[in-house]
């Protein structure tokens, strides 16, 4: 039975403690929280076992994961302290690992080991309610070990960690910080200035709602939190901002001049890159081909539409409501895993009124 | 029985076709593209009656709609002219209405009307395979038509357009544009450079495969596409890039001086902003609460919870997949309409080994 300790119970406090319950490995999760509903939310999903006091959770527990915002490090490792025994293992989720690694070697005493860490995964859906299981499947998940920390250690952690299906990768602090500045923070800032570009005109936000909207999602996030990461990659950040603002500048430059091939260049090089980010799937198996259907709205279509596919056998591996009109009906896409099921299908739902075709 | 004659059957073109066509107004729509897939998968589709030449498709119609690149129409309006009888109306759905308002004023004769047109919707798949009766739904649809057009002709023009289900503004084409900067334009250039700034190095792109990935998506669109509407929204782009540069400058010098004031401001703005962006609903109806479930991977499974919830006459409105394991389970969300359903639903997933909550 191993013991851990988790200190936040947000979106990823909340998530690790699901996922590593709902594994078959036997561990005891206590958990902490200042906001008392949390704590009631993480008990009643099963995120946790039971609810500690920092003295009781670090003085019982082999691992503390520390899912709280960056400012509160400090103080927890203070609290923390007395109670860690020769070999606790510390770590953390925060967005920036070279100024936690910092605190770690100056408030950990040298029995103990702190592994800076960092899963690559969100929701839409902030705090306790958002937390899921499957949140880190297939997410990377980067570890920043001190030199000196034990293969045994390492290997312990990681091998707890892979049960939340993430990918784990060692890096150091430093090349981590770098990427996060390019993939993340400047991100963020870029969101957050194209928002402050449309000075909140009505009408201009009003003409927002569609692809706007959705590419600047993350400038609605916790603001406090963004603060913080952002203050504490502030040395990463200055250089990467001025190149992002030297490659804007190259855009307006092309556009004065009117020069057709560097746009052509700028916008096929941004394309062809995009092209290589790997994607992270979302259905329940892989799936060959999606069905388009236009479903009326009459009460229960989803199900009669679910229970008509599964009559025959005809497996449902993803499903999703592309576009709807109220009390009109809308398109919806399947997903099946195999190709012969698909014509079989809209053959079926054509039966029950439903137009479809295979995309 | 109005004649309707679509010009570019791609994403565009083709939803419009199917919206139009599948409402009780009757219409025929003639259409045309030069791409014979295109238009064999249109009239499969019913997106279109029967395919069409320029010269029989503008005889025969008395609107014609201009769906290709903007970067035809020099071409088409020349083509077309020869045809054009006394009163015919001509619209399309570019992204950008000076340069498109310029010319048709330079190309229409004086008996004809010229009306500019801009639907906001868009779909991550491109071309007819993308189209959608419901793609508008919603949706604001900008029409900028010159001084001097009767009323009668913008009434006709306007109620056929709004069967899409799209909010039509009536607007110059001076103020769309500037907008359109702002929402769309700017952000795809800074979507680019985002993608650029990454020089496409191995380590960073393996890392952007959550976020990152979703917020650059529009920099894989179609590059010849977008060179032209920012070519032909240059007037505009060079003072809304000047001033987005000068934000992130403003940005950099807080994050210089360590001033937090002054970055939680932005953010805070930022984020006020954003969320009076007015959303889109997708559901069937409008879901007053969502219920979140862990289910296993076993084939049928979301048939089964289908067939389960419809038999207790409980509607499902939305549907989605959030995560999945392959050969373990997933997540999923449904929307109800009725919050007094729910908690008899969860009941029943329960009952058949899924774990369910309210969230």
Not at 76 to 101: C, E, F, H, N, W
Not at 113 to 127: D, K, R, V
Not at 282 to 288: A, D, Q, S, V
Request: charged share 20%; net charge negative; aromatic share 4%.
């Amino acid at each position: 039975m191993q013991n851990i300790f988790v200190i936040g119970l947000g979106l990823i406090g909340g998530s690790l403690g699901l996922a590593l319950k709902q594994s078959e490995r036997a561990v005891r999760i206590l958990g902490h929280d200042t906001d008392k509903t949390a704590i009631a939310r993480a008990l009643a999903m099963g995120a946790i076992d039971e609810e500690a006091p920092i003295h009781k959770g670090v003085t019982e527990s082999d691992l503390i994961i520390l899912c709280s915002p960056i400012s509160t490090y400090v103080s927890l490792l203070l609290a923390m302290r007395p109670y860690l025994r020769p070999g606790s293992v510390i770590t953390d989720i925060g967005s920036t690992k070279q100024a936690v690694m910092n605190m770690f070697e100056e408030l950990l005493p040298d029995f103990a080991w702190g592994i800076g860490g960092h899963p690559m995964a969100g929701s839409e859906i902030q705090g306790i309610n958002g937390a899921d299981r499957y949140l880190f499947e297939n997410a990377v998940y980067i570890l920043t070990p001190p030199a000196d920390v034990p293969e045994e250690v390492m290997t312990g952690l990681t091998g707890l960690l892979e049960i939340t299906g993430a990918r784990i990768k060692i890096m150091s602090p430093d090349r981590h910080d770098e990427i996060v500045a390019t993939i993340s923070h400047i991100p963020h800032i870029a969101a957050a200035s194209l928002v402050n570009l449309t000075t909140g005109d009505n009408e201009t936000l009003m003409m927002a709602a569609g692809g706007f909207r959705d590419i600047t999602r993350i400038a609605s996030s916790n603001s406090g939190l963004w603060e913080d990461i952002l203050l504490s990659n502030r040395g990463k950040l200055e250089g990467k901002l001025a190149h992002f603002i030297t490659l804007l500048q190259e855009f307006k430059q092309a556009l004065a001049e009117e020069d057709v091939e560097l746009i052509r260049e700028k916008l096929e090089n941004a394309r062809n890159i995009r092209n290589r980010i790997p994607g992270i799937r979302k259905g329940l198996l892989p799936n060959f081909c999606d069905i388009i259907c236009i479903v009326p709205d009459r009460p229960g279509i989803i199900g009669e539409i679910g229970a008509l596919l599964g009559s025959r056998g005809i497996n449902i591996v993803d499903i999703e409501i592309l576009r709807a009109r109220e009390g009109d009906g809308g398109t919806m896409r399947l997903g099946l895993p195999l190709l012969e099921d698909a014509h079989q299908a809209v053959k079926l739902l054509r039966s029950i009124d439903v137009k479809a075709w295979v995309r």
